[in-house]
């Protein structure tokens, strides 16, 4: 296994992920400290390492604490709803939009209210 510095550009991609990761995770009210000093760490990891086996490994970690807080599906979970689904490259967000229009209710007035109905002359 071969541990590749990492360029500038990459670092910075991945920082950025762990960061609204974190950030994430912070907003969430039932997050503990202890929670996110966990996060926090491996945020900082990202920093110091220079690796980036050990970089995205600590982004990874920082992204699976902030979708278990959220309820998020696994990488894998996703996946198998995804072939489930037959799409490779739609977001879970948009099958479970597209979810809930299908459960919601349809309206019972008809989108044209004029019709069959004649303009009457007034006198």
């Given at each position: 296994?071969t541990?590749e510095?990492m360029?500038?550009?990459?670092?910075?991609k991945?920082?950025?992920?762990a960061?609204?990761a974190?950030?994430a995770?912070?907003?969430h009210p039932?997050?503990?400290k202890?929670e996110?000093?966990?996060?926090?760490e491996?945020?900082?990891a990202c920093y110091?390492h220079?690796s980036?086996?050990?970089?995205w490994?600590?982004?990874?970690?920082?992204?699976?604490?902030?979708?278990?807080r959220?309820?998020?599906?696994?990488t894998?979970?996703h996946?198998?709803?995804?072939?489930?689904a037959?799409?490779l490259?739609e977001?879970?967000?948009?099958?479970?939009?597209?979810?809930?229009e299908?459960?919601?209710?349809?309206s019972?007035?008809p989108?044209?209210?004029?019709v069959?109905?004649a303009?009457t002359a007034s006198?």
């Open positions: 296994m541990q510095a360029q500038m550009k990459e670092r910075s991945a920082i950025g992920r960061q609204r974190l950030k995770l912070g907003e039932r997050s503990s202890k996110l000093g966990h996060a926090r491996h945020l900082n110091a220079g980036s086996e050990h970089v490994n600590a982004v990874a970690q920082v992204e699976e604490m902030a979708e278990r959220y309820g998020v599906p696994s894998e979970e996946r198998q709803l995804v072939d489930a037959g799409d490259e977001p879970a967000t948009a099958a479970r939009g597209r979810a809930a299908d459960r919601a209710v349809p019972s007035t989108a044209h209210d004029d069959g109905l303009p006198r």
